[in-house]
T-cell receptor, first 114, second 110 residues
Framework: NAGVTQTPKFQVLKTGQSMTLQCAQDMNHEYMSWYRQDPGMGLRLIHYSVGAGITDQGEVPNGYNVSRSTTEDFPLRLLSAAPSQTSVYFC?????????????FGQGTRLTVV | GQQVMQIPQYQHVQEGEDFTTYCNSSTTLSNIQWYKQRPGGHPVFLIQLVKSGEVKKQKRLTFQFGEAKKNSSLHITATQTTDVGTYFCALNNAGNMLTFGGGTRLMVKP
Protein backbone atom coordinates (compact mmCIF):
# COMPACT_ATOMS: atom_id res chain seq x y z
CA ASN A 1 0.00 0.00 0.00
CA ALA A 2 1.25 3.46 -0.91
CA GLY A 3 -1.04 5.09 1.69
CA VAL A 4 -1.90 8.70 0.88
CA THR A 5 -0.14 10.15 -2.15
CA GLN A 6 -0.02 13.87 -2.87
CA THR A 7 1.23 15.53 -6.03
CA PRO A 8 3.04 17.75 -6.69
CA LYS A 9 5.43 18.01 -3.73
CA PHE A 10 6.40 21.59 -4.58
CA GLN A 11 4.69 24.24 -6.69
CA VAL A 12 5.21 27.92 -7.44
CA LEU A 13 2.25 29.83 -8.84
CA LYS A 14 1.74 33.37 -9.98
CA THR A 15 -1.08 35.38 -8.46
CA GLY A 16 -4.31 34.66 -10.32
CA GLN A 17 -3.28 31.27 -11.67
CA SER A 18 -5.36 28.21 -10.93
CA MET A 19 -4.19 24.71 -10.18
CA THR A 20 -5.24 21.39 -8.73
CA LEU A 21 -3.49 19.60 -5.90
CA GLN A 22 -3.94 15.87 -6.26
CA CYS A 23 -4.58 13.42 -3.44
CA ALA A 24 -5.11 9.68 -3.74
CA GLN A 25 -5.39 6.93 -1.16
CA ASP A 26 -5.34 3.17 -1.67
CA MET A 27 -6.68 2.11 1.73
CA ASN A 28 -10.38 2.24 0.79
CA HIS A 29 -10.95 4.92 3.43
CA GLU A 30 -14.33 6.66 3.52
CA TYR A 31 -13.13 9.93 4.97
CA MET A 32 -10.73 12.33 3.30
CA SER A 33 -9.79 15.89 4.13
CA TRP A 34 -7.52 18.77 3.22
CA TYR A 35 -5.57 20.91 5.70
CA ARG A 36 -3.24 23.84 5.35
CA GLN A 37 -0.34 24.50 7.68
CA ASP A 38 1.14 27.96 8.09
CA PRO A 39 4.33 28.74 10.05
CA GLY A 40 3.85 28.60 13.79
CA MET A 41 0.30 27.36 13.48
CA GLY A 42 -1.42 24.06 13.67
CA LEU A 43 -3.21 22.51 10.73
CA ARG A 44 -6.50 24.06 9.69
CA LEU A 45 -9.24 22.18 7.89
CA ILE A 46 -10.12 23.43 4.40
CA HIS A 47 -12.63 20.87 3.08
CA TYR A 48 -13.56 17.32 3.91
CA SER A 49 -15.51 14.39 2.52
CA VAL A 50 -17.27 11.52 4.27
CA GLY A 51 -17.69 9.49 1.10
CA ALA A 52 -17.82 9.62 -2.68
CA GLY A 53 -20.12 12.39 -3.85
CA ILE A 54 -20.21 14.11 -0.45
CA THR A 55 -18.10 17.13 0.47
CA ASP A 56 -18.35 19.92 2.99
CA GLN A 57 -16.51 23.03 4.11
CA GLY A 58 -14.07 23.20 6.94
CA GLU A 59 -12.67 26.15 8.84
CA VAL A 60 -10.94 27.95 5.94
CA PRO A 61 -12.70 27.03 2.65
CA ASN A 62 -12.60 30.36 0.80
CA GLY A 63 -10.67 30.22 -2.46
CA TYR A 64 -10.73 26.43 -2.67
CA ASN A 65 -12.99 23.87 -4.32
CA VAL A 66 -13.12 20.10 -3.93
CA SER A 67 -14.95 17.16 -5.44
CA ARG A 68 -15.06 13.45 -4.58
CA SER A 69 -16.09 11.41 -7.60
CA THR A 70 -14.34 8.23 -6.38
CA THR A 71 -13.41 6.79 -3.00
CA GLU A 72 -9.71 7.00 -3.89
CA ASP A 73 -9.31 10.59 -5.09
CA PHE A 74 -9.93 13.96 -3.46
CA PRO A 75 -8.42 16.83 -5.50
CA LEU A 76 -8.18 20.38 -4.15
CA ARG A 77 -8.59 23.21 -6.65
CA LEU A 78 -7.26 26.72 -6.17
CA LEU A 79 -9.50 28.93 -8.28
CA SER A 80 -7.36 32.08 -8.45
CA ALA A 81 -4.18 31.82 -6.41
CA ALA A 82 -3.35 34.58 -3.94
CA PRO A 83 -0.17 35.14 -1.88
CA SER A 84 -2.23 34.37 1.25
CA GLN A 85 -2.55 30.81 -0.03
CA THR A 86 1.18 30.25 0.28
CA SER A 87 1.26 27.32 2.68
CA VAL A 88 1.91 23.63 3.09
CA TYR A 89 -1.11 21.55 2.16
CA PHE A 90 -1.79 18.12 3.62
CA CYS A 91 -4.33 15.59 2.52
CA UNK A 92 -5.51 13.00 5.03
CA UNK A 93 -7.70 9.92 5.00
CA UNK A 94 -9.25 7.74 7.67
CA UNK A 95 -11.56 4.76 7.79
CA UNK A 96 -14.12 6.63 9.86
CA UNK A 97 -16.09 5.37 12.78
CA UNK A 98 -18.29 6.83 15.46
CA UNK A 99 -15.49 7.47 17.97
CA UNK A 100 -12.98 8.61 15.41
CA UNK A 101 -9.97 6.85 14.12
CA UNK A 102 -6.40 7.51 13.15
CA UNK A 103 -5.85 9.91 10.26
CA UNK A 104 -3.19 9.08 7.68
CA PHE A 105 -1.49 12.06 6.10
CA GLY A 106 0.19 12.50 2.76
CA GLN A 107 3.69 13.95 2.41
CA GLY A 108 2.37 17.43 1.76
CA THR A 109 2.47 19.96 -1.08
CA ARG A 110 4.53 23.07 -0.49
CA LEU A 111 2.89 25.88 -2.43
CA THR A 112 4.29 29.35 -2.98
CA VAL A 113 2.20 32.05 -4.64
CA VAL A 114 4.18 35.02 -5.94
CA GLY B 1 -16.57 25.05 17.20
CA GLN B 2 -14.41 23.66 19.94
CA GLN B 3 -10.83 24.81 20.15
CA VAL B 4 -7.79 23.31 21.80
CA MET B 5 -4.85 25.35 23.06
CA GLN B 6 -1.37 23.95 23.47
CA ILE B 7 1.49 25.08 25.67
CA PRO B 8 4.32 25.70 25.48
CA GLN B 9 4.84 26.74 21.87
CA TYR B 10 8.53 25.84 21.98
CA GLN B 11 10.71 23.77 24.30
CA HIS B 12 14.47 23.32 24.27
CA VAL B 13 15.77 20.45 26.38
CA GLN B 14 19.10 18.77 26.93
CA GLU B 15 19.16 15.18 25.78
CA GLY B 16 18.11 13.01 28.69
CA GLU B 17 15.80 15.60 30.23
CA ASP B 18 12.05 15.11 30.40
CA PHE B 19 9.52 17.02 28.30
CA THR B 20 5.82 17.72 28.72
CA THR B 21 3.31 19.43 26.44
CA TYR B 22 -0.20 20.36 27.53
CA CYS B 23 -3.45 20.62 25.63
CA ASN B 24 -6.38 22.54 27.11
CA SER B 25 -9.98 23.24 26.20
CA SER B 26 -12.69 25.36 27.81
CA THR B 27 -15.27 22.70 26.97
CA THR B 28 -15.50 18.97 27.54
CA LEU B 29 -13.77 16.96 24.82
CA SER B 30 -15.16 13.69 23.48
CA ASN B 31 -11.67 12.51 22.63
CA ILE B 32 -8.15 13.77 22.02
CA GLN B 33 -5.57 12.55 19.56
CA TRP B 34 -1.83 13.21 19.52
CA TYR B 35 0.34 13.51 16.41
CA LYS B 36 4.06 13.98 15.85
CA GLN B 37 5.47 15.90 12.90
CA ARG B 38 9.19 15.67 12.19
CA PRO B 39 10.84 18.74 10.62
CA GLY B 40 9.85 18.85 6.96
CA GLY B 41 7.54 15.88 7.43
CA HIS B 42 3.88 15.14 7.80
CA PRO B 43 1.82 14.49 10.95
CA VAL B 44 1.94 10.92 12.18
CA PHE B 45 -0.68 9.55 14.55
CA LEU B 46 0.56 8.59 18.01
CA ILE B 47 -2.53 7.81 20.08
CA GLN B 48 -6.18 8.52 20.84
CA LEU B 49 -7.66 9.00 24.31
CA VAL B 50 -11.40 8.82 24.96
CA LYS B 51 -11.99 7.97 28.63
CA SER B 52 -11.91 10.34 31.59
CA GLY B 53 -8.62 9.97 33.48
CA GLU B 54 -7.18 7.67 30.83
CA VAL B 55 -3.42 7.08 30.88
CA LYS B 56 -1.61 5.32 28.06
CA LYS B 57 2.08 4.59 27.63
CA GLN B 58 4.20 4.00 24.57
CA LYS B 59 7.77 3.26 25.66
CA ARG B 60 9.05 6.64 26.95
CA LEU B 61 5.85 8.50 26.05
CA THR B 62 2.99 8.85 28.56
CA PHE B 63 -0.35 10.29 27.49
CA GLN B 64 -3.02 11.47 29.91
CA PHE B 65 -6.62 12.63 29.53
CA GLY B 66 -7.91 14.77 32.38
CA GLU B 67 -10.67 13.66 34.71
CA ALA B 68 -12.94 16.44 33.43
CA LYS B 69 -11.92 15.68 29.82
CA LYS B 70 -10.88 19.29 29.31
CA ASN B 71 -7.14 18.77 29.15
CA SER B 72 -4.53 16.29 28.06
CA SER B 73 -0.78 15.95 28.30
CA LEU B 74 2.08 14.17 26.60
CA HIS B 75 5.16 13.46 28.68
CA ILE B 76 8.43 12.15 27.26
CA THR B 77 10.89 10.67 29.71
CA ALA B 78 14.61 11.02 29.02
CA THR B 79 14.38 12.71 25.64
CA GLN B 80 16.50 11.57 22.73
CA THR B 81 17.47 13.41 19.55
CA THR B 82 14.97 11.22 17.69
CA ASP B 83 12.18 12.91 19.66
CA VAL B 84 12.77 16.20 17.84
CA GLY B 85 9.67 17.52 16.09
CA THR B 86 6.37 19.23 16.70
CA TYR B 87 3.74 17.51 18.81
CA PHE B 88 0.11 18.31 18.13
CA CYS B 89 -3.02 17.48 20.02
CA ALA B 90 -6.20 17.30 17.97
CA LEU B 91 -9.89 16.90 18.64
CA ASN B 92 -11.53 14.37 16.35
CA ASN B 93 -14.94 15.72 15.38
CA ALA B 94 -17.80 14.06 13.53
CA GLY B 95 -16.73 13.02 10.06
CA ASN B 96 -13.20 12.58 11.36
CA MET B 97 -12.52 16.28 10.98
CA LEU B 98 -9.59 17.24 13.16
CA THR B 99 -9.27 20.47 15.13
CA PHE B 100 -5.58 20.88 15.88
CA GLY B 101 -3.86 22.71 18.67
CA GLY B 102 -1.04 25.04 17.70
CA GLY B 103 1.61 22.43 18.48
CA THR B 104 4.68 22.32 20.69
CA ARG B 105 8.01 22.29 18.92
CA LEU B 106 10.56 20.18 20.77
CA MET B 107 14.27 20.75 20.23
CA VAL B 108 16.80 18.43 21.85
CA LYS B 109 20.44 19.36 22.40
CA PRO B 110 22.74 16.35 22.20
Amino acid sequence: NAGVTQTPKFQVLKTGQSMTLQCAQDMNHEYMSWYRQDPGMGLRLIHYSVGAGITDQGEVPNGYNVSRSTTEDFPLRLLSAAPSQTSVYFCASSPGGIMGTEAFFGQGTRLTVV
Amino acid sequence: GQQVMQIPQYQHVQEGEDFTTYCNSSTTLSNIQWYKQRPGGHPVFLIQLVKSGEVKKQKRLTFQFGEAKKNSSLHITATQTTDVGTYFCALNNAGNMLTFGGGTRLMVKP
